[in-house]
């Protein structure tokens, strides 16, 4: 059977921010494709990026492994590389150009290739899948090695005497069980853990127990699942806990899933296995403050391991998250923060600032719930028009030709608004100055409220000068 390089193009050093935080995960995405061949009977084999400086290295990996494939599939669980950053899309090109040096076969799988298929055929791939990617990665596979045409694979784009040839999409896999465990073993998790444990951090491994969202706010691009939401079974990832504790001894996880446990008692048989296998694990979480309400799902989640959630709260404006198609409101957030830290469980708040028609009091509005509600952590951004969503159409006439963050400390403001870019850039360090004072507060420490004081002030005097001149 063929040989298959597979790897991807999230380069953690290429984003500088992420780098520092010292918090990187494995390709999961990636580690999920490799496996699905590998039983299928191709011999594969993982150059992972996650860690490397840049893409010159694949060059070596190539002139030694020889593969007949270069697979570039990002993984599709990380919010990171759905935000579509720039530096990693130049570093894919690079890795194309490279493989195409040593006439490999070039497959590419991602956010970003799935909304601009033509740029990466342009650069060299000679196939883009579109959207979920498992089966017409086998397929297309398949097809070039028993030398067949591959205008019958649903899901792929390729190029064909000067046009390109758009299959349409295929259907994503409902039954996420057909699929094989990730092929961890793969991965250099040691490697990982250095990088964590120079910062000081607990390690932890990613795991995914869903794909997709049903939910439809206006400014979340989903080209890979879409609006579908399918799970894995309780017990089949329990299973994949027990592997990663025996083989690697972790017991913290990052459960990736845009939305958590959204089926009915998923999460009440997940914490009925985790017990029949004396598992003892402390995981994190991303869900909907409407999701949290249910006293009865949160002590299930409790009891299996919860110790962080990060809810989208957004805004603290009701009008903005209406404007978002959110379907969510300020109560249930302040009431999901109350309920989940009386349970001890933390709370992190993701805010986006700078949505369409945002007046000063909105903003405000905005620092004055996070100060209500005091979470245990934030992520503050702006909002970031991506193809496919509501709200590109309704920005797109205005985007120049930086449609795209380069990293994701960017936080460019590419389209016009009530403030300038300068103002959202001094919001993000006024707001983060703001509640970290107000946490040494509550934790009487003297000496970072001292710190945070005179901050507080330069930023707060900045931005009313810049709110003025808007």
Known sequence: MSKVLLSHSYYYQLDPKQWNTGMPYPPLGTIFAASFLRENGFEVSLFDVCLKAGPEAIETIIQ????????????????????????????????????????????????????????????????????????????????FQNNEGINEVKGICF??????VNTGRRDVIRDLDILPQPAWDLVDVDAYKKVWKAKGNTYALNIATTRGCPYKCNWCAKPIYGNRYNSRSPKRVVEEIKLLKEQFGVTNFWMCDDIFGL?????????????????????????????????????????????????????????????????????????????????????????????????????????????????DDIGVSVSYPLPGTKFYDM????????????????????????????????????????????????????????????????????????????
């Open 64 to 143: 030694t492994e020889q593969p007949e494939f270069l697979v570039l599939y990002d993984d599709g669980f990380n919010y990171l590389t759905k935000m579509c950053l720039t530096n990693m899309r130049e570093a894919a090109f690079k890795m194309i150009q490279i493989a195409k040096k040593y006439q490999c076969k070039v497959i590419v799988s991602s956010s970003d290739s799935t909304d601009h298929f033509q740029q990466y055929i342009e650069n060299g791939a000679d196939v883009v899948l579109l959207g979920e990617g498992e089966l017409s990665l086998l397929e297309t596979i398949q097809k």
């Open 159 to 164: 190029p064909n005497a000067g046009e390109i």
């Open 263 to 375: 089926k009915p008692n998923w999460v009440q048989e997940f914490d009925q296995y985790l017990k029949q296998e004396n598992l003892t694990i402390s995981y994190k979480i991303q869900s909907r403050a409407d999701l949290l309400l249910k006293e009865d799902n949160i002590d299930a989640l409790v009891s299996s391991g919860l110790k962080e959630v990060w809810i989208g709260a957004e805004s603290g404006s009701q009008r903005i998250l209406d404007a978002m198609d959110k379907g969510t409101t300020i109560a249930q957030i302040e009431k999901a923060t109350q309920l989940l830290q009386s349970k001890s469980v933390r709370v992190a708040f993701f805010l986006q600032f700078g949505y369409l028609g945002e007046t000063k009091e909105e903003v405000e509005a905005t620092v004055e719930m996070l100060l209500r509600c005091m979470p």
């Open 395 to 470: 920005v797109s006439s205005e985007l120049g030709q930086k449609a795209n963050w380069e990293d994701s400390d960017d936080l460019a403001l590419m389209f016009s608004n009530t403030f300038n870019q300068a103002y959202y850039k001094t919001l993000h360090r006024y707001v983060h100055k703001v509640f970290r004072n107000e946490q040494a507060k509550e934790h009487k420490d003297i000496g970072r409220q001292l710190y945070y004081a005179p901050l507080i002030q330069y930023y707060k005097y900045k931005l009313k000068r810049l709110s003025n001149r808007a």
